[in-house]
């Protein structure tokens, strides 16, 4: 039988029809679904212990009486089967003619109560996966695939397609390609743990589901990381699955995991990386609760401690700030992503801290709350670097001067962050929704050794006031006497 032998036409009453032109009319009928394929029982029957047993079963049903089916081209025959009835001898006759007679004639000798009809409603992998193990069953060879291994592993256990039934069978077909040619390659294994998603809970009680996670966290620090944008492609639930057994191995380096999170974040939240909407505008848009799920579950993978910074980027983490604002994510969640964002602050640019409001109480263009609670997180951590340092009597001077070096920011990144401040509060500053005291706390927020120079802060004190009570300030001051009268002729700012 080549591949071209099972033919589809529709639509029939239940939907679309298969037939199985091997020039012998069918004498099975299989409901998949809204599929319906009429087969013949002895092919599938040699594979089938379930499909045998059922079809054993239908004749042991029928009516005293009534002839069971006889197969096909088979010559003699005892005594009482030539001693039947005359009925029973006229629809042995129109069965032989229906040989000859089209596919609409079949299906008709079908639905006369002569035939077999099985329903399967549960299938796992639908009409398609029964297709495939129909042409098994007729010697049609089925190419296996990382995406459809997992169905057809299923399949075969729905329908015990066991070596114990036939050798060679497909069950054995697909272990044996699942064990050599999908689990060995974390790519391979992201596409059959993909399927699994519509196969459960077949594919988890067969345990193709555990398989595939711990073949994908098992060779997650491999040097090429090439198929981390597969992981895109996963539900949020086998996701959560995946990044909980590589946090659980200790082989799984903190890079790793950090790639694996950003590719799926920038993949399956829209906004968040401009170069990927263009692989999801053909995808079904998610509603607005599925995307804060979403968000919420990148948000709760991101690793504790600082990092690198090479892949979890000071511009990844306010991008994904922003989003949450948007999406109206929890505070739990927005309080994270600040305190994240502290431990990469120094990294920042100012287009990555400017942050509109989306709330419709704000007064002000951009969210000067979220980036001042970021700055103070930032700051803490050098409050808590001298506290630790100096809580223990029994350390020595030296011991005490490197807790404190390794666990607060470093003079650099305090620079850096000063700079990112002026910077930003130039930006700002000619909102005129701006508060006068919102301005000034941000301003002196920072401590003096942040700044080696002042010319960024004067800057933006000179905007501040020029588009307000001020327009013929200088912008070009630059010593410390200037900022002092300027400070000291506006009451709402404190004394230098």
């Known amino acids: 039988m080549s591949s071209s032998s099972m033919a589809r036409h529709g639509p029939s009453r239940a939907g679309e029809a298969w037939f199985c032109t091997t020039g012998l009319p069918s004498d099975v009928v299989f409901e998949v679904q809204d599929m319906s394929f009429h087969l013949h029982k002895f092919p599938l029957m040699s594979k089938s212990r379930k499909i045998s047993r059922m079809l054993a079963e239908q004749d042991e049903q029928r009516p005293p009486g009534q002839p069971r089916r006889r ?120 596409k059959a743990l993909k399927s699994c998603e519509d196969l459960l809970p077949h594919a988890e009680e067969l345990g193709i589901v555990a398989r595939c996670v711990e073949a994908i966290a098992a060779r997650s620090s ?22 909980a057994a590589m946090a659980a191995r200790e082989d ?115 969210d000067v709350d979220c980036v001042e609670r970021v700055v103070r997180h930032f700051l803490a951590e050098e409050e808590v670097g001298e506290d630790e340092a100096s809580s223990s009597a029994a350390i020595t001077e030296e011991e005490a001067a490197a807790r404190t070096t390794a666990s607060r920011p470093s003079a650099v990144a305090m620079t850096q962050v000063g700079k990112l401040v002026d910077n930003y509060l130039a930006e700002v500053a000619s909102d005129a929704n701006l508060k006068p005291a919102k301005f000034c706390e941000l301003a002196l927020a920072m401590p003096d050794h942040a700044r080696i120079y002042d010319d960024g802060v004067y800057r933006a004190v000179d905007i501040y006031l020029k588009v307000r009570t001020f327009p013929d300030l200088s912008s070009t001051a630059s010593d410390k006497s200037r900022k002092n009268a300027r400070l000291s002729s506006c009451s709402w700012l404190p004394a230098p």
């Open 222 to 243: 491999a040097t090429s990381r090439s198929w981390f944008g597969d992981l895109a492609v996963l539900g949020l639930h086998m996701y959560k699955r995946v990044m």
């Open 252 to 366: 799984v380096r903190t890079e790793a995991l950090e790639g694996c999170l950003v590719s799926y974040a920038k993949a399956t939240l829209p906004g968040l990386s401009r170069s990927m909407r263009w692989r999801r505008a053909s995808a079904p848009v998610s509603s607005e609760v599925e995307q804060r799920d979403l968000l919420e579950a990148v948000v709760a993978s991101l690793p504790a401690d600082k990092g690198s910074g090479s892949v979890v980027t000071a511009k990844f983490l306010f991008a994904l700030l922003r989003t949450a604002h948007i999406l109206r994510a929890s505070d739990a969640a927005r309080a994270a992503i600040e305190r994240k964002a502290a431990t990469q602050l120094e990294q920042a640019t100012v287009e990555d801290v400017l942050i509109p409001s989306y709330s419709g109480a704000a007064e002000t263009l951009y």
């Open 71 to 190: 197969r096909r081209g088979s010559s003699g025959g005892n005594a009482e089967e030539h001693a039947a009835p005359a009925a029973a001898a006229e629809t042995e006759i129109e069965e032989a003619e229906e040989e000859d007679g089209d596919e609409e004639q079949q299906q008709v000798s079908m639905e006369d109560g002569k035939s077999y009809r099985i329903t399967f409603p549960d299938f796992p992998g639908g009409p398609g996966t029964f297709e495939a193990a129909a042409k098994f069953c007729y010697g049609v060879r089925v190419e296996l695939t990382p995406w459809n291994v997992a169905p057809l592993r299923c399949a075969a256990e729905y329908l015990e397609m066991t070596e114990e039934h036939s050798e060679d069978n497909l069950a054995a077909r697909a272990e044996a390609y699942l064990s050599q040619a999908v689990l060995r390659h974390p790519g391979e294994a992201t």
